[in-house]
T-cell receptor, first 112, second 112 residues
């Protein structure tokens, strides 16, 4: 039972590069979320999706894009990496907005 | 805006009880959650409580909710070294499309 799987686990990018953080879940959850976690701070919601084909902005969406073409996958794209995007990124999923969220192990991203 | 506050650190002796506190500002919360994060890992749901409940017990964990004071606590009985982690409080708010608002996390340190 894999749950929520994120790849890669670590990545170092140069300023201006782009990359996609992958997230997939095998629990048939409708809702999926992307968060960033900065030291000493709570999680900040970047984007979320309530089902395939539907995405919406969270608290800190600038500099990111998402897509949700299938129920299972919810990739997060950084187009022009900036040092302020150095963070740990977590993907989560839930069956509904009232059900607990299940998290992946995170992607540690450094922008240099 | 909505806010969730937690102390950053708590130090307890092995075998003692740990009490991690959380205060929140929004009165329209529906569910309140406790998540545990071990080093290098994602967030693991520990327990959650519906906003119309006062208490929930699950083995060594006891959650207390004082809705009047907007105060939530997590008590861990007989604290073990394996309980060493960061504990996050989060609330689900009706007015925010049930998005979670997160505290910054409390690092639980176990002294031998």
């Amino acid at each position: 039972n894999a749950g929520v799987t994120q790849t890669p686990k670590f990545r170092i990018l140069k300023i201006g590069q782009s990359m996609t953080l992958q997230c997939t879940q095998d629990m048939n959850h409708n809702y999926m979320y992307w968060y960033r976690q900065d030291p000493g701070m709570g999680l900040k919601l970047i984007y979320y999706s309530v089902g395939a084909g539907i995405t919406d902005k969270g608290e800190v969406p600038n500099g990111y894009n998402v897509s949700r073409s299938t129920t299972e996958d919810f990739p997060l794209r950084l187009e022009l990496a900036a040092p302020s995007q150095t963070s740990v990124y977590f993907c989560a999923s839930s069956y509904s907005h009232l059900q607990p969220q299940h998290f992946g192990d995170g992607t540690r991203l450094s922008i240099l | 805006g909505e806010d969730v506050e937690q102390s950053l650190f708590l130090s307890v002796r092995e075998g003692d009880s740990s009490v991690i506190n959380c205060t929140y500002t929004d009165s329209s919360s529906t569910y309140l959650y406790w998540y545990k994060q071990e080093p290098g890992a994602g967030l693991q749901l520990l327990t959650y409580i519906f906003s119309n409940m006062d208490m929930k017990q699950d083995q060594r964990l006891t959650v207390l909710l004082n809705k009047k004071d907007k105060h939530l606590s997590l008590r861990i009985a007989d604290t073990q070294t394996g309980d060493s982690a960061i504990y996050f409080c989060a609330e689900s708010i009706e007015d925010s499309n049930y998005q979670l608002i997160w505290g910054a996390g409390t690092k639980l340190i176990i002294k031998p």
